[in-house]
């Protein structure tokens, strides 16, 4: 292999699974790297865990800006997203304006409101588990792990229960564009996100006049130096929770499935000990590329990893490739339930650490507990089928048999 085989912007070989071969041989010999596109400058892909946690953490050079043009920056043939046209959410905003709004989330995005969830996600992580179980075979992710987020968010946001099923539609029209089985009609694209904006405000105009004990209801009343956030800011927030929290999840309990299982001892030791679950966690999230990168935008000409990057450049942070950097982590494409890393980028690094992390955490492993008690055996039946997408690390279908305990 050499330089010349890897093609970051290949949407067809991410529908074979994360391309590990490649962040493996860029990681070896070219850690920073100017991969072409059909730009002038093409864009930096950085590969190596500690480049990536150090650019993460200096949004002053590696912005996040919508006004730059967001974190989303490898598009159809590597045309990056145009200026001005990033959503205005947290995620593509830099300081000052991110700090208020991480200041203000996180007054409402406490770990004391997300622990009261876990009662709720048990019971539907438990229903989810033996309805499959009475079945010969199931796929994993569109019966249970693409529901069991569904549930999560909306008991979070106080959405009532016969209403959820529509956010799992919504999500799946706008995170499925690039893949051939998933994807939908500009039309249906425009349609989802009307439709999901629409029952947002919906949704925060019953909560502003009947607050409850939800997140958008904590959100709604937030306030920082006397000063909360507009409707326009509330309903970003709602689409990002409803659109990353759903899909990212997903994806992870899928993934995480499929390190457990590809060596029978290591779900084995789950079963016998469920409360292995908690230090697995970790490493599901290690180990599952739930988000392959997110993009910066240079906003100085800079010396970065021995190459010189100029004001205006592109950079790809490769979260999915830092995870395995064998400096970092031994033997690193191995899942080891016991290996308990003290450090990942499941949820990226520096002032744009993901704020879902502690629910993430709760679902992983609330989930591995209730599988863990009630199927003594998991087998995948058939080959995953993995998203057509450099973005998203999805896993699209899972066959498996549950044996129950």
């Known amino acids: 292999m050499d330089l010349s085989d890897i093609n970051l912007l290949d949407l067809d070989r991410y529908a074979e699974g994360p391309p590990l071969d490649w962040f493996a041989y860029l990681r070896a010999h070219a850690p920073v790297y100017r991969h072409p596109d059909q730009t002038e400058r093409g864009f930096w892909a950085l590969t190596k865990f500690d480049d990536i946690a150090k650019a993460a953490k200096t949004p002053t050079v590696f912005s996040s800006s919508y006004l730059r043009g967001g974190t989303i920056v490898l598009g159809h043939s590597g045309i990056d997203t145009m200026m001005g046209t990033a959503p205005r959410v947290m995620s593509n905003m830099d300081a000052p304006e991110h700090l208020k709004y991480r200041r203000l989330s996180t007054r409402a995005f406490t770990n004391k409101a997300l622990d009261a969830l876990v009662p709720a996600y048990r019971r539907a992580a438990a229903a989810l588990i033996d309805n499959a179980m009475k079945r010969e075979s199931v796929d994993f992710v569109t019966d249970i792990a693409a529901k069991l987020p569904v549930q999560a968010i909306g008991e979070m946001l106080g959405i009532p229960e016969e209403d959820r099923h529509l956010l799992g539609k919504w999500t799946d029209a706008l995170t499925g564009s690039e893949d051939p089985e998933l994807s939908r009609s500009p039309e249906e694209v425009a349609e989802a996100n009307t439709a999901l904006f629409t029952y947002g405000q919906q949704l925060r105009e019953r909560r502003a006049e009947e607050p409850g004990d939800d997140l958008l209801s904590a959100l709604i009343a937030a306030e920082v130096d006397d000063e909360g956030l507009t409707e326009e800011e509330l309903g970003g927030f ?5 659109i990353a929290g759903a899909e990212t999840s997903r994806n992870v309990l899928s993934h995480g499935l499929i390190g457990l299982l590809e ?7 789950l079963h016998e000990d469920p409360s292995l679950a908690k230090d697995a966690t970790e490493e599901i999230l290690r180990w599952s590329p739930a988000v392959i990168y997110l993009g910066r935008h240079v906003t100085q000409d800079i010396e970065f990893g021995g190459q010189q990057m100029k004001e205006g450049d592109r950079v790809a942070l490769f979260f999915a490739s830092g995870n395995r950097d064998e400096d970092k982590f031994a033997d690193a494409d191995r899942f080891d339930i016991h290996r308990r890393p003290r450090e990942h980028l499941a949820f990226g690094s520096g002032p744009h ?10 679902e992983i492993r609330v989930f591995y507990e209730e599988l863990a008690q009630r199927a003594s055996k998991v087998r995948i039946t058939d080959k995953p089928s993995y998203l057509r997408s450099n973005l998203a ?13």
Not at 263 to 269: E, K, L, N, R, V
């Open 353 to 362: 650490a993901c704020l879902g992390a502690h629910l993430a955490r709760i």
């Open 238 to 242: 709602f689409a990002l929770l409803v």
């Open 263 to 269: 060596d029978p001892d290591q779900y084995g030791m």
């Open 393 to 405: 690390g999805g896993v699209k279908h899972l066959p498996v048999a549950l044996t129950p305990a």
